[in-house]
């Protein structure tokens, strides 16, 4: 593969890691998959006030956008590939709680193994798109 064709690749690859981010973090924002969420956060990270599972899912919405958009300017690729990484791991604890609850997430309950493995291709595929670009 030539290196323009790399870089088309990555482009490519780059601009629909940016859209998953942005549509994901707007999700965030329709009341029901807020609750969902908000569910999801293991009962031992809850708290009240500025902390709660509600205001914590907005802002994790809001860090996706910003993370996807940050993947699309040149000047913030790299900080936002970074930080994306980073917010990858802080959620999972989230998504490993669901998964032993399939009970009451349903199919939003991955699989903890598949989970894990997905998560860290995607903290992969962000890493490659942010340091490679």
Same mark, same amino acid.
């Given at each position: 593969?030539?290196?323009?064709?790399?870089? %088309?690749?990555?482009?490519?690859?780059? /601009?629909?890691?940016?859209?998953?981010?942005?549509?994901?973090? /707007?999700?965030?924002?329709?009341? $029901?998959?807020?609750?969902?969420?908000?569910?999801? /956060?293991?009962?031992?990270?809850?708290?009240?006030?500025?902390?709660?599972?509600?205001?914590?899912?907005?802002?994790?919405?809001?860090?996706?956008?910003?993370?996807?958009?940050?993947?699309?300017?040149?000047?913030?690729?790299?900080?936002?590939?970074?930080?994306?990484?980073?917010?990858?791991?802080?959620?999972?604890? @989230? %998504?490993?709680? @669901? $998964?032993?609850?399939?009970?009451?997430?349903?199919?939003?309950?991955?699989?903890? =193994?598949?989970?894990?493995?997905?998560?860290?291709?995607? =903290?992969?595929?962000?890493?490659?798109?942010?340091? $490679?670009?």
């Amino acid at each position: 593969m030539s290196p323009e064709s790399v870089t %088309n690749v990555l482009a490519v690859l780059r /601009i629909v890691l940016a859209v998953v981010f942005i549509v994901a973090g /707007i999700s965030h924002f329709a009341p $029901a998959v807020q609750r969902t969420m908000a569910a999801m /956060i293991p009962p031992r990270l809850r708290s009240t006030g500025l902390w709660s599972p509600t205001n914590l899912v907005i802002f994790t919405g809001i860090c996706e956008i910003a993370g996807g958009i940050g993947l699309l300017v040149e000047s913030t690729r790299v900080t936002s590939g970074v930080a994306l990484a980073v917010f990858l791991v802080a959620v999972f604890p @989230a %998504n490993a709680y @669901a $998964a032993r609850h399939k009970d009451r997430f349903g199919a939003v309950a991955i699989p903890l =193994i598949p989970r894990l493995v997905g998560q860290l291709l995607l =903290i992969a595929l962000v890493l490659l798109v942010a340091l $490679a670009g």
